[in-house]
């Protein structure tokens, strides 16, 4: 009787800890999914926590690198503790992500995204984002994104208005045409 208690208590365990069995929302991303829902705003659904954890760091100081966010996003940060933060990432992560929806110009961006561009120098986005941009870890999920907040991250991160070395480097130089390109082939709108 004790083996069967101790088998079934286990089992209980493993059930209810599972990482495949859909969490609770936390109360905050009912906050969050009031603008994260629509193109201006990233889609959260199925970033990586690790990802969402160090944006929500970055944009509340506690990274040390200043607030990026508006103050509409700080102050809806100010009461999350770390362990909000580590619960809302684990959230959005739960969630089934937003495939992408190819446009026209999706083989030229797969291209690019793929093998990047030889003559600006431009690197693969695959080295950092993965092969179908799923992204990882602390590297954003790029698949299934909104195509205006693709294209406009692009753009700050070539005039360097949103710090990130690589990403700089790698949009620094590229044309209109094949931030389109690259947009069709991620984005889902």
Not at 91 to 120: C, N, V
Not at 136 to 146: C, E, F, M
Request: net charge positive; hydrophobic share 40%.
């Amino acid at each position: 009787m004790k083996t069967i208690l101790l088998a079934a208590g286990t089992a209980l365990a493993c059930f209810l800890l599972s990482p495949a069995m859909a969490q609770p929302a936390p109360a905050a991303a009912q906050a969050c999914d009031g603008c994260h829902g629509g193109g201006d705003a990233p889609r959260l659904n199925g970033q990586k926590a690790g990802y969402i954890r160090e944006r929500l760091k970055y944009f509340t100081g506690v990274a040390g690198r200043g607030r990026q966010a508006t103050i509409d996003m700080a102050a809806a940060l100010a009461a999350l503790d770390d362990a909000g933060r580590r619960d809302l990432a684990r959230h959005y992560e739960s969630l089934p992500p937003t495939e992408p929806k190819p446009g026209p110009l999706a083989a030229q961006g797969e291209r690019i995204y793929t093998k990047g561009i030889q003559t600006r120098k431009v690197l693969a986005c695959t080295l950092c984002h993965g092969a179908r941009a799923e992204g990882h870890d602390d590297t954003p999920r790029l698949a299934g994104q909104h195509g205006d907040y693709l294209k406009r991250q692009m753009l700050l991160f070539g005039l360097n208005w949103r710090g990130n070395d690589v990403m700089h480097h790698n949009t620094q130089d590229l044309t209109g045409a094949q931030i389109d390109a690259l947009v069709s082939y991620l984005a889902n709108d």
